[in-house]
């Protein structure tokens, strides 16, 4: 995941290995612009965490290659990393 941290100087990327990092960090950093969940088979239960702990969340993405995911989240159409964050940032700048 180093490779999301160094891709691009002006977005500051906040990492998280699972559900209690996730929510301590979307707690501690309420200027997050947007959730980027590279989480496989564990994204629903963190999409359903990040949902109860903090309502007014910010979006959440995932690769349009990660198959079903939940009602809400938004797919990016790529699922290399770089190029996802890229996409992310033209999402939010529009």
Known sequence: MGELESADPSVEVLLAQGVEE???KL??????????LLAG?????????I??????HPPI???AGSGHFPPGVIALPDDRKTELLNL???KLES
Do not use: F, H, T, W
């Open 88 to 90: 992310l940032k033209e």
């Open 51 to 56: 949902r109860e702990d903090s309502p007014a």
């Open 22 to 24: 996730a929510l301590e």
């Open 27 to 36: 707690a501690r950093n309420r200027r997050i612009d947007a959730v980027l």
């Open 41 to 49: 088979d564990e994204m629903a239960p963190i999409v359903a965490a």
């Open 61 to 63: 993405y995932v690769p």
